[in-house]
């Protein structure tokens, strides 16, 4: 059974969840706490009953006890107003629904967001692989670190938010991108670690070249496994982007698999969308 | 209503424009919207406007400041402008702040629609006799002759040479040395503008006589609004005057007239201001393109805040939104700063395509002169209450929120989940009745077309009885130009239909880049899809929602009939459907609009109103409303497709005004007769 954590909910709401989900999914009703790890639940809904400012930092917080899952978070609005709430998409809620929606459609809706994800297919793991491992190798050589991958999901909404992100650009036979996204306090340790320098030190310019080498090298590696199958791609310089919880975007209509890791507690994203020629063909 | 003829409406709010355009319209002035402040600049620069009228916000800007950037730009000041205002709006406007910065008058809706008229006509007449007064002074104040004089010295006159937003070259006699103060005259329709700068040079001619000198005003703003009324009028020209250029103050070294003008200037701070007017994107190696926002610039320099990293002395690029367009700035980082974690880049670039990047410059200029005014940053009361805002409209325009429909981000969450056999891979596109999504079937290993139905049809009971009996008659349906129903399901809730993949474009979309699909070309897909759609009427189906956007051609150039979602079964002994209405308005037949009793004979006017579209690139009724485009297909006669464009065959023209007829009974009775007329 599905787990929905109900959070800062009034209670007609909660009843109201209850109601028309408990059947469904198990709903675990907590108050809001910035350090919690939700990765254990499968919905977040979060009450969307206040100031601007108090839902876009919880928001914030909850997006980084995610951790790079694949977790919709909601928000629920005691009333139908949804216009002037727009704002907490940039911060990574997959949708505003309010209680007031005729209950039917607002199950179906929030059953809509617990379907699981699809599997990969096989020719799909046949290139996810090789970022999978390359990955692993790659932060064992450069900063003897044991990363634990998670899993992969296919990324559906503007949902993964991250502070510091490398980006590679791939072209040839197939075509595509490769994403590195982390939060900013693995970012700091990776670097210092890389780059043998003390995290305080860490300047702009040890961030470009530390991310960027390390998606450069990660691709890199994948490529050299992929030079034998239709995969056969070239690497555009690497780009770094900074910015708090920012979104990498994508072509329309690109399927992006989201390949999860840890570092200890910590964890980081790998997103990949890559796309054979012949990948018709190959379906 | 004499010379005046168009009317400007700028608001971000369509209610606004829909009543005005309404209002105006009806009295038969010419309404032009315009929904940012780019928009209306372009409007003003490309049409001769009269009036503008303006809402409360535009997208970009609050409508106070597009007034404030009018009235301090000469050229466009002396346009009427009137505010236009909802009345629960009432209370956010200041209506004392709008009247001292300018504007007419302040209107505010609902309210007779002749009263409204009546003001703005007054308006417009006021106007007229005052320009008709004006006009008399108005040869002189394009000359760009101007007076100099030093401190305490008699005025010396001159003509302006080339002019930049900071100083000037002027052909004059007038005698001094490099580093005097000096002042000049201008004199402008309403009266004389002394702008006060310093002599950077001297040219001397032939005879080592003074031919001309070259002053930089700093930011003198008086010389601001004489540099943008001289621009205004065409005055902006980098003609270089004759001579060489000497610097007197204690140096020998001589210069070129271009030369000794491009002193950096101080450079202009953004970070206090209300918004940043222009978005900047910079890109590495050509290909990524990130948001920026300006922080502070110069004429040679620019400190960006972007998300974008990158190496000191590495190239950067510029993309900068003009009124005229947009421009491709090269510049080189020279520092990159990361203050703080949560905030992205600054970084700062030395501009090295100077020429392009002074366009940019000057455009800055001119809207920070209105956005960094004193009131606007410090300001009193009724400003403050802006300021606010206009940081919201920034975070909105760098990073624009999608303004997704709910219904919009249910489909989209369901991309990468499973249903059934299914796997939903990609949105397709999203109507009414639901989405359409690329999915792959996991048993069968290969693509097909999901179509999900809307949570707000399927939560229904009386809808999902009728879509599972309705599915399982169109699930039959098994023709070349018909796309397939491989399954109907229901997974948590969530209606669905799986049908065959059809890759290739729609006509819609072959509309929108051919505009016309050529004769030939058109009566192919039409013979095809009279075929497909003869085998749906064998098996008493009607499709009802036939339109350029579910004929499908795929890239093998054969066509399919898609999206079956409205078809309806006729009733049993019956060659009728009784209609709850279905369909698209363009497209939709008399019969279907009136709620009738339809047949195939609706389908075959849709046919005709779509190929009508397809051969013409219009709908064969046109409207700014649903009613008005439905009360058309019952009442008026479309124009002929060979009237409209005469290398349409008028057989072809004949054939689709008789698929359009507006009794079915006038119309083609089978889709074989239209198959024998074509």
């Not at chain 2, 520092?335 to 392009?356: N, S, Y």
């Amino acid at each position: 059974m599905s787990k929905i954590l109900v959070n800062d909910c009034d209670n007609p709401t909660i009843n109201a969840i209850t109601n028309f989900m408990s059947s469904k999914a198990e709903i675990i009703n907590r108050p809001f706490s910035r350090d919690l790890d939700i990765t254990e639940f499968d919905m977040v809904l979060l009450g969307a009953d206040g100031d601007r400012e108090t839902i876009l930092d919880k928001l914030k917080h909850i997006r980084y006890g995610a951790r790079f899952r694949n977790i919709p978070i909601l928000l629920l609005n005691p009333k139908k107003s949804r216009d002037q709430k727009q704002f907490p998409f940039l911060t990574g809620a997959a949708s505003i629904l309010s209680i007031e929606e005729p209950p039917e459609a607002l199950a179906q809706m929030l059953q809509g967001y617990l379907m699981p994800s699809r599997q990969p297919k096989k020719f799909e793991m046949e290139y996810l692989t090789p970022f999978i491992e390359s990955t692993k190798q790659v932060f064992s050589t450069m900063g003897s670190m044991t990363t634990n991958y998670k899993g992969v999901y296919f990324k559906n909404d503007y949902n993964l938010l991250g502070d510091v992100s490398g980006i590679i650009g791939l072209s040839g036979n197939a075509e595509g991108m490769v994403v590195i996204t982390f939060y900013w306090d693995l970012a700091q340790k990776i670097i210092s670690s890389i780059m043998g320098v003390e995290e305080e030190e860490i300047s702009p310019e040890l961030i470009n070249d530390g991310v960027g080498e390390l998606i450069n090298m990660i691709s890199g590696a994948a490529k050299r496994y992929l030079s034998e199958s239709p995969y056969l791609f070239q690497l555009s310089l690497p780009t770094v982007f900074v910015g708090w919880q920012h979104e990498i975007g994508h072509p329309e209509k690109a399927s992006v698999a989201v390949l999860m890791f840890d570092i200890e507690e910590k964890s980081f994203a790998i997103q990949v969308s890559l796309t054979a020629k012949d990948q018709q063909n190959r379906r | 209503m004499g010379s005046i003829k168009t009317i400007l409406i700028a608001t971000k709010h369509q209610g606004v424009c829909r009543v005005a355009s309404k209002i105006f319209g009806s009295e038969g002035y010419a309404v032009h919207p315009a929904r940012t402040l780019r928009n209306a600049l372009v409007e003003i620069s490309s049409s001769s406007v009269d009036l503008i009228v303006c809402g409360i916000d535009l997208e970009d800007i609050p409508g106070i400041l597009f007034l404030r950037y009018l009235k301090n730009d000469p050229l466009r000041e002396a346009i009427p402008f009137v505010f236009l205002i909802h009345q629960r709006n009432q209370e956010r406007f200041d209506v004392d702040a709008a009247l001292s910065l300018g504007a007419e008058d302040c209107l505010f809706y609902p309210a007779a629609a002749k009263q409204i008229i009546t003001k703005i006509k007054k308006i417009l007449a006021e106007k007229q006799s005052q320009n008709k007064m004006q006009n008399g002074s108005s040869a002189q104040s394009s000359r760009s002759i101007v007076e100099i004089s030093s401190i305490n010295t008699a005025w010396v006159t001159g003509q302006i040479v080339n002019h930049t937003h900071h100083g000037t070259m002027i052909e004059t006699a007038y005698e001094g040395k490099s580093g005097d103060t000096v002042k000049l005259k201008y004199l402008f329709p309403e009266g004389v503008v002394v702008a006060v700068g310093k002599l950077t040079h001297i040219l001397l001619g032939d005879q080592e006589r003074p031919v001309g000198i070259g002053v930089n005003f700093g930011r003198d703003e008086n010389w601001r609004r004489i540099n943008r009324f001289l621009k205004s009028e065409g005055k902006e020209g980098r003609t270089k005057l004759n001579g060489k250029s000497k610097v007197t103050a204690g140096s020998d070294t001589e210069y070129t007239n271009s030369e000794s003008l491009e002193e950096e200037v101080a450079p202009v701070d953004l970070t206090q201001a209300p918004f940043w007017p222009v978005t900047i994107e910079t890109p590495n190696d050509g290909n990524i393109w990130m948001p920026g926002k300006i922080l502070r610039y110069s004429d040679r320099k620019v400190l960006v805040r972007t998300p974008l990293l990158g190496k000191s002395g590495n190239d950067i690029y510029m993309k900068c939104v003009l009124i005229q367009g947009q421009i491709i700035v090269k510049g080189q980082i020279e520092k990159i700063t990361l203050d703080d974690l949560k905030m992205p880049a600054g970084i700062e670039v030395v501009i090295t395509d100077v020429e392009k990047w002074h366009q940019a410059f000057d455009f800055l200029n001119e809207l920070t002169d209105t956005l960094l005014s004193e009131e606007n940053i410090q300001g009193g009361k009724s400003q403050c209450r802006y300021d606010k805002r206009n940081m919201e409209t920034l975070v909105l325009a760098q990073k624009p929120a999608p303004k997704k429909d709910i219904k919009f981000q249910f489909y989209e969450s369901l991309i990468g989940k499973q249903m059934g056999n299914y796997e939903i891979v990609a949105l397709l596109g999203a109507g009414a009745m639901g989405g359409v999504f690329e999915g792959w079937d996991l048993a069968l290993e290969r693509s097909v077309a999901l179509k999900i139905i809307s949570y707000e049809l399927s939560s229904k009971k009386e809808f999902v009885d009728m879509f599972f009996k309705e599915a399982r008659y169109i699930s039959q349906l098994n023709h070349f130009n018909i796309s397939q129903v491989y399954y109907i399901g229901k997974e948590n809730d969530i209606l669905y239909y799986a049908m065959e993949y059809v890759q290739g474009e729609n006509l819609a979309e072959m509309i929108k880049r051919e505009v016309r699909i050529p004769a030939e070309k058109a009566i192919d897909y039409l013979l095809a899809a009279c075929q497909g759609l003869n085998h749906v009427w064998g098996r008493k189906i009607i499709h009802r929602d036939i339109k350029p956007a579910n004929i499908m051609v795929t890239e093998e150039g054969s066509v399919k009939i898609v999206d079956f979602g409205v078809a309806q079964q006729y009733h049993i002994g019956h060659d009728q459907c009784m209609e709850n209405t279905a369909g698209s308005p363009p497209y939709l037949s008399p019969e279907a609009i009136q709620g009738q009793t339809i047949d195939h004979r609706s389908d075959i006017y849709s046919l005709g109103a779509t190929f009508y579209h397809v051969l013409s690139g219009v709908p064969p009724f046109l409207g700014r409303t649903v009613q008005d485009i439905l009360s058309q297909h019952l009442s008026v006669i479309p124009q002929r497709l060979k009237d409209r464009h005469t290398d349409i065959p008028a057989g072809v023209s004949d054939v689709i005004e008789k698929m359009l007829a507006k009794a079915p009974s006038d119309r083609f009775q089978t889709y074989q007769e239209i198959i024998n007329a074509l």
